[in-house]
């Protein structure tokens, strides 16, 4: 069940995409962009709780947790970029973060590490797998993007402020990206060739 969630999670997340790309200016199919994007996001939790609610917890589906994060993630930065919303630096600097580190992250899981346990330096550990920083770099991508489809509502009252809110909240979501993949490239040597 947990692994079926976190691919429909995706289909949830194509459909709010096709609902802004084709749909541009609409102001009911912004909404339901918005209300899907939530979904989708929304169900990104309700995998992981599934899986160890009902004992599903596997190795492919942290796999298929990783893999449906980066899609849906890059999927909304390229959107943004091709929309006029963002700088294209935004998807070019998430997609490159998500190479690397999933590359390495790979090599790891070769020699029997877990995505997120490949970390020794306590600080890099921190960075990378604490509750504290994945849940903090969570909550930015999600305001991130719900604030920015938000904001591109035709019509909605204060979309100046909104999309300034957005704006930044999308800086420090890209700032996370890049500090969160750092440990991974430091502690890359050591797990590749050690």
């Known amino acids: 069940m947990a ?11 194509f459909a709010a995409v096709y609902l802004i790309y084709a749909m541009q200016g609409n102001t009911a199919a912004y909404i339901w962009a918005l209300a899907l994007t939530i979904l989708a996001f ?3 939790g309700v995998d992981g709780y599934v899986a160890r609610k009902f004992n599903e917890v596997s ?8 893999m449906g994060d980066r899609i849906v993630e890059n999927t909304y930065w390229i959107l943004f970029a091709v929309m006029g919303w963002l700088n294209i630096l935004f998807p070019l600097i998430a997609i490159t973060r998500g190479f690397v580190t999933d590359t390495i992250r790979s090599a790891a899981m070769e020699k029997g590490l877990t995505p997120f346990g490949m970390q020794v330096n306590p600080i890099c550990k921190w960075i990378t797998g604490s509750k504290f920083m994945r849940i903090t770099y ?5 305001l991130a993007f719900v604030l920015i489809v938000a904001a591109k509502i035709p019509n909605i009252a204060h979309a100046d402020i909104l999309w ?26 050591r797990v590749i060739e050690g």
């Open 3 to 13: 692994n079926f969630i976190s691919i429909f999670r995706i289909f949830v997340m």
């Open 42 to 44: 929304a169900l990104d």
């Open 59 to 66: 190795k492919f589906g942290a796999l298929l947790d990783i």
């Open 138 to 142: 969570a909550v930015a991508k999600v």
């Open 164 to 189: 300034a809110i957005a704006f930044w909240t999308a800086v420090i979501a890209i700032v996370f990206c890049v500090v969160r993949g750092l440990p991974v490239v430091i502690e890359a040597k």
